[in-house]
Structure formats: C-alpha cells, structure tokens
C-alpha cells in the first residue's frame, strides 16, 4: 500500500567533533542508536549482538506519530511507503464476554492530523531495513558476539568481546534489553522487585511479579475460510480484546497476507532460563487457561501452532541511565522496560542522543551532553512507565464489578466514535496526556531544552555535571501531570496500552 509521506530534508547536521560509539544488543533500540548517531556524523565501531541474527520476529508495531515523523526524518519514507500502512478504526471488546466497548475511527482529522502518521509496520521489517542502512554505510554488525568485561576510564571505554577480540570507544550504547548485563555498571543498586517502585510512583496495585508476551501469525486464507474468522481479514480494523489478566490486539499486515496478533498475559508459572529470551515454541507450552477467552479468541488460538514467546519480569526504570565516568549510557529496554516491547521509546531514545551529539564540537562536551540525555530521557521515561503499568492493571483486570467499572468508563470516553467530539469525553485531560505521549517528538524536546538551558550549560564547568539533575520545564511538567493521574487512578483511554 502507497502513502505519500513528506520527504525528509536532504541532509541532517553533523557534529564538527565526531565521537566513536560501540553499540551493544543488536535489536530495534540498538540499530536505531547506531543508525541515528551515524545520520550526526558520528562513527559506529561495532554493532554487537550476542544471537546469530536468525530469529525472525512475528510481532506488528505500532508506529505512533512521533516514531513515524522520525523515521521520516531519517530518511525511511520510500521504505514505510512498501512495508508501512494505516488502519480505520481501533475497535475495543471485553475479551471475557466478547462484548463491543467501543470503537474509535483513527483515519480522520484531529488538532492537526496528529494521527495521520500512526502506521503499522511488522517488527522484522523494521529491524531489516535499520540493518541494511547501517550494512550500506560500512558499520559492522557482530553477530553471535556478546561483552565479556568492560572498562571505563578518563581515556575511554574498552570492550572484552566473547570472540576474543577487543573494542575500543568513547561511549558505549549499552541496548542489550529487559534483561541487559551492561545496566549493573549504571545502576548497579537499582532495585528488581516491582512493588518498590509501585509505592514510590503511586500506583494503585503492583503488577504481577511475570508477564507471558507473545505473539503469532495466521495465514488470512486460513482465516476466509472459517466463518468465525472471517471478519478478522478486514486490513483497515484493529481490533483488541481485554479479559481477564490478559490484553491481545491484532491486524492484518501490509501485504494482506497474515494476520499478526500481539498478547501480554499474567503469567503464574515458572520461568526457565530460556524463556527470558524470544523463541519459536508450541503454544501449548505455556497451558493458556482457555477459560479467560470469548468464543471468538479461543476458536483463533485453536488454529495457531507455533507462538514467539518469552516471559519477562517487571522491572523498574533506571534511576540513572548514564555511568559516573560518562562512557556508558542506556537506551531501550535496557533503561525502560516497557510491556509489551514496544519500540517508540527506544526510537525516541535514538533521536534524543542524535539532536543532542549533532552539537558536538569538542570532545569535552561529552559528559555534559550524556546529561543532558539523561535529564531528558529518565523523568518523561519514567512518568510513561508509570503510567504504562497502571494501565494494563486496568485493563487485564478480573471479571465482576472491576471489569463491569472499566467497560462503562471506557464506554462513555468512546461513546462519539471519533476525535472531533473529544472534549464532550469523560477525563478530557487524560486524552490530552495520552495523545501527548504518542505525539512526542524527540528532537522538538531536545531543540526546546536547548533553547532553556544551552547557553548555561555550554558555560558550566565540567565538574559540576553530574551534580542534581535540572530537567527542562515541559519535561518537568509532564512527567509531573502522568503521575498526578497514575496516583489519583484517573485512566481514560487504554489507547496508549497498544501505540
């Protein structure tokens, strides 16, 4: 399907100062660091990633506008044009009963066509196309290779590879994920147990201590075949169910081929080391209680053989994403983890070190300018998950009068159907803060912050880097507002749960 996406400017600013930056974890977050720091001028050393790079990825990703407009920056148009494309309507149904809560039309106008750029692309055609630009500028992707030991000093960064070799850098872009080896060297005393962080940012009930988060793929000529499935095939719905500990969402890929489906499930069992990590299985394996789904999603799951799986533990945002001697700095689910692995953050990550590293002009400003990262990474990331994690609790809530309370608020804030009645909704402002975030724009904040504080920051004295964090005020305000909301459990719209 064909969009006419606007064309990116013909060439970013560089950096005067190039840095050199080794890139550990080879999935969306660290392809993106490494394409982004490139676009500024910077070198790439080495993309590091511990698997072989075979694993073929079955998941969908939401492209929120924000995501979208920078990856037209980077210069994706032609490529969104082939592999990217756009649904009507959001559709929202208890996953218990199968009842219609409400539907939301997505391809009208609204303040500006803000979601005009929601795009849907599949996870592995995101991650091929970000490969194959870094393969075309001559940047090494280092596969079955993982950081045994690494060092920081005044000097740098040095990397003991699992192959033997060694790396040498100025920063290194620690993407290794959920489960990342490199955050112990930033945070080494960050806490591990969800319900620490629960209390401290408000929220009304911790998550479960294991989330299940799969998903699969079903042919669509499976799907016109069955009369039960049969309204699955329709390319311009998105359709979602949310049942009881779970919330599965679903839409048809651009080439009308498959359907993808995407589901985050409370998870009671036992991890195994190997579920920590993506991999192919039966869906057997993981003895989904069949109960917990309407007619409609049980008679889908019985057609699917093979799921993409893992199980993840809930972990808290770093409150540090920088190391203490500026030579190590986290990105994506390193720093943020966030259910169920979707990449705007990580994205957003990528864009933020490139508006910021694109002003280098001496290598002194390298400590300064990985503050300057992390002041406007770690509150608004923080205030984002906060808000993320109340929100599945919301919706993957039990059946009675909690499940009854959430269909009727989400019923009245989508009773109109469209945008154009927004402010008639229940809890207005919560739309405004949700469509905030997926509106969010990377190089706007960091252009804003620039125009607050850069020229005090470019006359600070280096040693006084690290001491407080300033944050600019629109960061400062709006990580302030999603927590107001997470802790008073003023939630309006799960629409944020699924971009």
Same mark, same amino acid.
């Given at each position: ?24 974890? !080879? ?44 990856? @037209? ?44 750029? @929601? ?9 091929? +196309?970000?490969?194959?630009? @870094? ?22 960064? &040095?990397?003991?590879?699992? %192959? !033997? ?8 872009? /620690? ?11 930033? /945070? ?26 799969? &998903?699969? &793929? ?14 699955? &095939? ?23 081929? +498959? +359907? ?15 579920? /920590?990590?993506?991999?192919?299985? =039966? ?17 889908? +799951? ?87 994690? %109340? @929100? ?68 600070? /004295? ?5 001491? !407080?964090?300033?944050?600019? =005020? ?5 990580? !302030? ?19």
């Amino acid at each position: 399907m064909v969009h006419q996406f606007p064309l990116p400017a013909a060439e970013l600013p560089k950096a005067a100062h190039a840095l050199q930056f080794a890139v550990v974890g !080879g999935g969306i977050a660290g392809l993106a660091a490494a394409w982004a720091l490139k676009l500024a001028g910077h070198e790439i050393v080495a993309v590091m990633e511990k698997s072989n790079g075979a694993f073929k990825s079955r998941g969908c990703i939401q492209s929120t506008p924000g995501m979208t407009r920078t990856l @037209l920056r980077w210069g994706f148009a032609p490529e969104l044009r082939q592999y990217a494309h756009k649904c009507g309507m959001l559709i929202f149904r208890n996953g218990l009963s199968n009842q219609l809560i409400g539907r939301l039309r997505i391809d009208q106008d609204f303040r500006g066509d803000i979601l005009t750029e @929601l795009l849907f692309i599949q996870h592995q055609d995101l991650c091929n +196309l970000l490969r194959a630009r @870094l393969h075309a500028v001559g940047v090494p992707l280092l596969y079955n290779t993982s950081v045994s030991n690494i060092t920081t000093s005044a000097e740098g960064a &040095t990397l003991a590879l699992s %192959t !033997g070799h060694m790396l040498e850098a100025d920063i290194v872009i /620690a993407a290794d994920g959920w489960y990342s080896s490199l955050r112990q060297h930033v /945070a080494p005393d960050m806490p591990t147990v969800l319900e620490v962080v629960a209390e401290e940012q408000g929220s009304a009930s911790a998550m479960v201590e294991n989330v299940l988060h799969l &998903t699969f &793929t079903v042919p669509t000529d499976t799907l016109a075949q069955d009369n039960e499935l049969r309204f699955l &095939t329709d390319q311009t719905l998105w359709p979602v169910w949310m049942g009881q500990g779970y919330a599965v969402h679903m839409n048809i890929t651009t080439d009308g081929n +498959l +359907l993808t489906a995407t589901m985050t499930y409370d998870y009671d069992g036992e991890p195994h080391v190997e579920d /920590a990590e993506y991999m192919d299985r =039966p869906i057997t394996d993981f003895q989904l209680d069949m109960d917990k789904f309407c007619p409609p999603l049980r008679r889908l +799951l019985s057609v699917v053989d093979t799921i993409s799986a893992r199980v993840v533990t809930n972990r808290p945002v770093a409150e540090d994403l920088v190391c203490r001697d500026s030579r190590i700095v986290l990105v994506g689910d390193a720093a943020h983890p966030l259910l169920p692995a979707r990449p705007s953050l990580a994205i957003e990550d990528a864009e933020t070190l490139r508006a910021i590293f694109l002003r280098m002009t001496k290598p002194t400003q390298r400590p300064l300018f990985l503050n300057v990262y992390e002041e406007l990474r770690q509150p608004y990331c923080e205030g984002v998950i906060a808000y993320d994690r %109340t @929100l599945h609790n919301f919706v993957r809530t039990e059946p009675g009068a909690s499940m009854d309370e959430r269909d009727a608020l989400l019923r009245a804030s989508m009773a109109h159907g469209g945008w154009d009645n927004i402010d008639e909704a229940p809890f207005p402002a919560q739309w405004e803060a949700e469509l905030r975030m997926y509106t969010f724009d990377a190089m706007e904040h960091v252009e804003s912050h620039w125009t607050h504080w850069g020229r005090y920051m470019l006359g600070e /004295a280096m040693d006084k880097v690290k001491k !407080g964090k300033r944050g600019a =005020p629109s960061q400062q305000s709006f990580s !302030g507002i999603i927590k107001s909301y997470v802790k008073a459990g003023m939630i309006s719209s799960p629409l944020l749960l699924f971009i």
